[in-house]
C-alpha cells in the first residue's frame, strides 16, 4: 500500500522542511531580541514533524523522532526550566538571572533568557508532537475496531 | 479603529457560521477565519509576539481538528430548539452584556494601565534583564514564575493525553471483554 500523499506533495515538503526548522531555531534563538519566543518556535518544530506526518506517513516520521524519543525530550525540557530556575539560586533567589547581561542586541546576551526559551522550546515542541501522534494512532485503532 | 471594528464583525461572523454550520469540515474552517482574524487583530495592536503565538497554534489546532473531523464520522448534532431555551439565552445574553456594559465604564481608558508596575518594567527592563524584546524579559525574568506555572500546565495536560490514549492499556481492555 502507499503510504503518505502524492509525489509532488513530497518532494515540496522535502525542500520546504529545512527552511521552516531554521525558521523555528532563529525564532527561538532570537526570542530575547525579536518577537517570538520558545513557545512560538517550539510550536513550529512541532508543525515540522507533523507536515512529515501528513506527507510522509507516521511509520517513517516515527523514524525520525519517536514518541518515547518525544515525551522523553519534553521532560528534559521541563527539567532543564526547573533547573535554570533554581540556577537563580546560586545569586540569592529562584528565577535570579544571575549570568553576566552581556551587550542588549547579541545572541549572547540576558542571561538565563535564551536557556529558559531552549527549555521551553524542548518541552512545548515534543510534547506537542507527542500530543499528535498519540491522538493519530488512536483513531486509526478506533476506526479498525470499528470495522 | 475602523480596521479593527470590522474585523471584529468578521470574527463574529465566522464564530455564528462556525456554530449554526452542520457541515463539521465547514465549521472548522470558520474557526479558523475567526483565529486568523484575531492574529491580524493582534497584529494592529501592536503585539507582534502574540501575533506570532496566535498565528502557530491556529494552524496546529486547525490541522489537528481537520484530521480529528475527517477521520470518522460524527453523529447528526443535535436540532430543533425549543423556544423556551431561545428565551433563556436571549435574556442570559441581556444580562450579561448590561452588566458588562456598566463594568467596561469604570474601567480605565484603552492603553492606559491602571497599575503602575507596568512603568516600571518599560522603563529599567532593559538595564535589568539585557534583553531587548520587552515581553520576553517580562514572561522569562520578572514573570517567570508564572511562565513555570503555564510550563508545569501544558506537561500535565500533554502527559494526562498520552497516559489516557495509550495502546497498552486499551488492549487488554478489550481482550478482557471478549474473555
Same mark, same amino acid.
Given at each position: 500500500?502507499? !503510504?503518505g500523499?502524492? +509525489?509532488? !506533495? ?11 526548522f531554521l ?7 532570537? /526570542?530575547?531580541?525579536? +518577537? ?7 510550536i513550529?518544530?512541532?508543525?515540522v514533524?507533523?507536515?512529515? !506526518?501528513?506527507a510522509?506517513?507516521?511509520e ?8 518515547s524519543w %518525544?515525551? %522523553?525530550?519534553?521532560?528534559l /525540557?521541563?527539567?532543564m ?5 533554581l ?11 544571575v549570568? +553576566?547581561?552581556?551587550? +542588549? ?5 540576558? /542571561?538565563?533568557?535564551p536557556?529558559?526559551?531552549l527549555?521551553?522550546m524542548?518541552k !512545548?515542541?515534543?510534547g ?16 479498525k475496531?470499528?470495522? | 479603529?475602523? &480596521?479593527? *471594528?470590522? @474585523?471584529? =464583525?468578521?470574527m463574529?461572523?465566522?464564530?455564528? =457560521?462556525?456554530?449554526e *454550520? ?9 474557526? #479558523?477565519?475567526?483565529g486568523? #482574524?484575531?492574529?491580524?487583530?493582534? @497584529?494592529? @495592536? ?20 481537520i484530521?480529528a ?6 453523529? &447528526?448534532t443535535?436540532? #430543533?430548539r425549543?423556544?423556551h ?16 456594559f ?11 494601565? =491602571? ?7 518599560? &522603563?529599567? #527592563? @532593559? ?5 531587548? *524584546? ?15 506555572? &503555564?510550563?508545569t500546565?501544558?506537561?500535565?495536560? =500533554?502527559?494526562g ?7 497498552k492499556?486499551r ?9
Amino acid at each position: 500500500m502507499r !503510504v503518505g500523499m502524492s +509525489p509532488i !506533495v513530497k518532494t515540496v515538503t522535502r525542500v520546504a522542511i529545512g527552511i521552516i526548522f531554521l525558521y523555528g531555531l532563529y525564532i527561538v534563538l532570537h /526570542g530575547h531580541i525579536t +518577537p517570538g519566543g520558545g513557545f512560538a518556535g517550539g510550536i513550529i518544530l512541532a508543525l515540522v514533524y507533523i507536515l512529515y !506526518v501528513l506527507a510522509f506517513g507516521k511509520e517513517e516520521a516515527e523514524e525520525r523522532l519517536s514518541k518515547s524519543w %518525544a515525551s %522523553a525530550l519534553e521532560s528534559l /525540557g521541563a527539567l532543564m526550566f526547573l533547573a535554570v530556575a533554581l540556577a537563580g539560586f546560586a545569586g540569592g533567589y529562584f528565577f535570579l538571572n544571575v549570568l +553576566p547581561k552581556g551587550n +542588549p542586541g547579541e545572541i549572547l546576551s540576558a /542571561g538565563l533568557i535564551p536557556l529558559s526559551n531552549l527549555a521551553i522550546m524542548l518541552k !512545548v515542541g515534543s510534547g506537542l508532537f507527542a500530543v499528535f501522534l498519540v491522538l493519530i494512532t488512536f483513531s486509526v485503532v478506533i476506526r479498525k475496531e470499528e470495522e | 479603529m475602523l &480596521e479593527l *471594528n470590522l @474585523l471584529l =464583525i468578521f470574527m463574529a461572523v465566522g464564530a455564528i =457560521i462556525a456554530v449554526e *454550520n452542520h457541515n463539521l469540515l465547514s465549521s472548522v474552517i470558520a474557526v #479558523g477565519a475567526v483565529g486568523f #482574524g484575531l492574529c491580524i487583530v493582534f @497584529l494592529l @495592536l501592536g503585539a507582534p509576539d502574540l501575533a506570532i503565538t496566535q498565528l502557530v497554534v491556529e494552524i496546529l489546532a486547525l490541522i489537528i481538528l481537520i484530521r480529528a473531523t475527517l477521520a470518522k464520522s460524527v453523529p &447528526e448534532t443535535y436540532r #430543533g430548539r425549543e423556544l423556551h431555551s431561545y428565551v433563556i439565552t436571549v435574556v442570559f445574553l441581556v444580562a450579561v452584556l448590561a452588566a458588562s456594559f456598566f463594568a467596561f465604564q469604570s474601567l480605565p481608558k484603552f492603553g492606559y494601565p =491602571i497599575m503602575s508596575v507596568a512603568q516600571t518594567y518599560i &522603563e529599567e #527592563g @532593559l538595564q535589568r534583564t539585557g534583553a531587548t *524584546n520587552l515581553v520576553t524579559s517580562v514572561i522569562l525574568d520578572f514573570r517567570a514564575y508564572d511562565t513555570l506555572g &503555564e510550563a508545569t500546565v501544558l506537561f500535565t495536560a =500533554i502527559v494526562g493525553a498520552i497516559t489516557v490514549l495509550r495502546l497498552k492499556g486499551r488492549k487488554k481492555l478489550s481482550e478482557e471483554d471478549k474473555a
